[in-house]
């Protein structure tokens, strides 16, 4: 929620403090700035270059050079003869700069390992806590379908990994948070290619994989948080197991 501030204030405020960057960082951090106080909303209009010229005291170049950098990034919405928008929330991104920040970190097995086991329990925990019996439908009708691609073996291995995935997918959204189910995607995005290869291996980690999954929708269809670390551990470690296995034959 925006404060007792007016936006000419807070805008007068941001220029009185400009730091010693380049206009263009300069202008991207002043909506950055809008929009964590509340200034700026989703699905607001910016304010014309012109306007902008004016109240950041930078050229219309650095302007237009700053929109399109967080139109790239999703940030905002150019309109051909209507104006600059604030995007709404996930519409129209070419990059998602969190997720491409994340793939150039190049996490090693554990950092990868120890935020799964972090975040997968968290989010069983609240799916336990927000399933509803339509969504636990959904998600063992996923389940059944993983287990019938599942029995082709490598014939429809990636409708399997396909399956595998989405189940995931259904699991982040049952978080009831966005922030969350953005995380949790941003990883299973990551890992996705892993997935992929895994499950074209088939071999024991495939029925692993089945049997993991089976064991999540167990525990989310009885409630049973205090399963969560064990269901977790086991889902993780096949993981783990089968990434280490590649690694040691250099594949």
């Not at 990034?73 to 129209?92: H, N, P, Q, W």
């Not at 396909?162 to 966005?178: A, K, Q, V």
């Amino acid at each position: 929620m925006a404060n007792a501030q007016s936006f000419e204030e807070k805008i007068s405020l941001i220029v009185a403090q400009k730091p010693s960057q380049s206009a263009v960082d300069f202008v991207i951090n002043a909506i950055k700035e809008l929009l964590v106080d509340g200034h700026l909303r989703p699905g607001d209009r910016i304010p014309s270059e012109t306007e902008l010229t004016k109240l950041l005291s930078v050229s219309r170049g650095s302007i237009r050079e700053a929109m399109k950098i967080l139109s790239v990034l999703g940030v905002v919405r150019i309109k051909r003869g209507d104006g600059t928008y604030i995007a709404e929330s996930g519409e129209g991104v070419a990059i998602d700069s969190i997720f491409f920040s994340f793939v150039l970190t190049q996490p090693s097995l554990k950092e990868i390992y120890d935020l799964r086991m972090l975040i997968e329990a968290g989010v069983m925990d609240m799916a336990i806590g927000n399933a509803t019996e339509e969504d636990i439908v959904q998600l063992q009708d996923c389940q059944e379908k993983m287990v019938v691609a599942a029995g082709h073996g490598r014939a429809k291995a990636d409708d399997t990994a396909r399956l595998d995935l989405t189940f995931h997918e259904i699991l982040g959204r049952l978080t009831g948070n966005r922030l969350i189910q953005r995380i949790y995607s941003y990883i299973m995005n990551y890992l996705s290619q892993s997935v992929y290869e895994s499950h074209r291996r088939q071999g024991e980690y495939a029925q692993k994989a089945i049997d993991s999954h089976a064991m999540m929708l167990d525990v989310i269809k009885k409630r049973e948080i205090a399963r969560v670390p064990e269901v977790t551990k086991f889902a993780v470690d096949t993981w783990r197991t089968l990434i280490e296995t590649d690694a040691q034959r250099g594949t």
